[in-house]
T-cell receptor, first 117, second 113 residues
Framework: AQTVTQSQPEMSVQEAETVTLSCTYD???????LFWYKQPPSRQMILVIR??????QNATENRFSVNFQKAAKSFSLKISDSQLGDAAMYFC??????????????FGKGTHLIIQP | DAGVIQSPRHEVTEMGQEVTLRCKPI?????LFWYRQTMMRGLELLIY????????DSGMPEDRFSAKMPNASFSTLKIQPSEPRDSAVYFC???????????FGPGTRLTVL
């Protein structure tokens, strides 16, 4: 079974600064997807960014980018120019690409991101 | 589109009572997922459906939990009898295809006293 580990329960960053959230995962598969979800206090789960494992290029979405290291099984999220609205829980998630009844997401325990004004 | 709709948003019940959580997926989405979020265990997959058929229910914690999807527009997650340790936020999510993004509903916060 796959596991996802987020080693930082909480991170704090000054507004307008850059912060990096860490995620590692364990899998024996070669094809899979990785995701970062944001959960603000409203508890709504919002997809921030996704990465296909077969793509070498790191995904970017505006101020959000990832550093995907497949061999190291590492998938970190970088948030540039942090804004107050970025304050939330961030979850790293894994999904198999092989199917066969393995289409659900496996989540890490989350990182609570605090933005200092 | 209204997004994934869940009801109720909050549910408070007493131990031993039956609880039914409801989900309406986004129209046209073939996949529906139920997740549970607790402080201790985080977010975990309970069960998911493809074209109304349950595919993987290995995450359902006990026989007290059951889920159904009678049609493409509606799914229920039932707990009978409920216990205090079932207190959690239950999310429903849907996606149009197996490889597509999963869209989450707002969740149901369940409290069992």
């Amino acid at each position: 079974a796959q596991t996802v580990t987020q080693s930082q329960p909480e991170m704090s960053v000054q507004e307008a600064e850059t912060v990096t959230l860490s995620c590692t995962y364990d899998t024996s598969e070669s094809d899979y997807y990785l995701f970062w979800y944001k959960q603000p206090p409203s508890r709504q789960m919002i997809l921030v960014i996704r990465q296909e494992a077969y793509k070498q290029q790191n995904a970017t979405e505006n101020r959000f980018s990832v550093n995907f290291q497949k061999a190291a099984k590492s998938f970190s999220l970088k948030i540039s120019d942090s804004q107050l609205g970025d304050a939330a829980m961030y979850f790293c998630a894994y999904r198999s690409q092989t199917g066969g009844g393995a289409d659900g997401l496996t989540f890490g325990k989350g990182t609570h991101l605090i933005i200092q004004p | 589109d209204a997004g994934v709709i869940q009801s109720p948003r909050h549910e408070v019940t007493e131990m031993g009572q039956e609880v039914t959580l409801r989900c309406k997926p986004i129209s046209g989405h073939d996949y529906l997922f139920w997740y549970r979020q607790t402080m201790m265990r985080g977010l975990e997959l309970l069960i998911y459906f493809n074209n109304n058929v349950p595919i993987d229910d290995s995450g359902m914690p006990e026989d007290r939990f059951s889920a159904k999807m009678p049609n493409a527009s509606f799914s229920t997650l039932k707990i009978q009898p409920s216990e205090p340790r079932d207190s959690a936020v239950y999310f429903c999510a849907s996606s149009p295809t197996r490889m597509a993004e999963q869209f989450f509903g707002p969740g149901t916060r369940l409290t069992v006293l």
